[in-house]
């Protein structure tokens, strides 16, 4: 019989997402888990695999915890719109906290870091991204069936103008220490639930902007 591992892989999973999420993908070394995890070299290769492949694992996880929350909060019986008013502020909140600015989020931050040369990164930020699309999307056609959401707005376009403003509220929140920046952003991108819509412009047809 092989020998028992002498650690909870589980927990040394969970161990090893707070340390790629606290300091990214290549600012942390295979000695900095050994470290952190407080388990050998071996043990880390032979659980895990390579870093990277620690680190994929990492952001499954990562969303794994993440994901039904958002759902819950998303698909609560009810008026829908409020629900979706409230996460978007719950995100700017978030990422103006001492947290938030410190690790930001692990997928946005994969997004920056492995996605643009590592295609099974890029398919997790996809995965995770259309997730959330998806849950908001569907929040926002209850909304329009139950009379919250105006008939002439189209849910799938406002839901993708809501991923990526949570996604930029993320990367400018970790940054930035003026939290009315995200805070404003959010409300005025929640004004357009609202407000009357805004035929798309032409590019370079906008009043002062010139012609490419």
Known sequence: MGRTKEFDPDAALQSALELFWRRGYEATSMADIVEHLGIGRASVYATFGSKRELYLRAVDRYTETRDPALLAELSQPGPALPAVRAVVRRFAAEASSPDGRLNGCLVTNTA????????????????SWGHVETLLHSALVRAQAQG???EDRDPRA???????????????????DDP?????????????????????????????????
């Open 112 to 127: 920056a870091e492995l996605a643009p040369h590592d295609p099974a990164a890029a398919r997790r930020v996809e995965i």
């Open 148 to 150: 919250e959401l105006p």
């Open 158 to 176: 406002l839901a993708r103008m809501l991923l990526v403003l949570l996604q930029g509220i993320r990367v400018v929140g970790k940054a930035s």
């Open 180 to 212: 009315a920046r995200v805070r404003d952003a959010a409300e005025q991108a929640l004004a357009l639930l609202d407000g009357e819509p805004r035929p798309p412009w032409p590019l370079g047809r906008r009043s002062g902007m010139p012609e490419y």
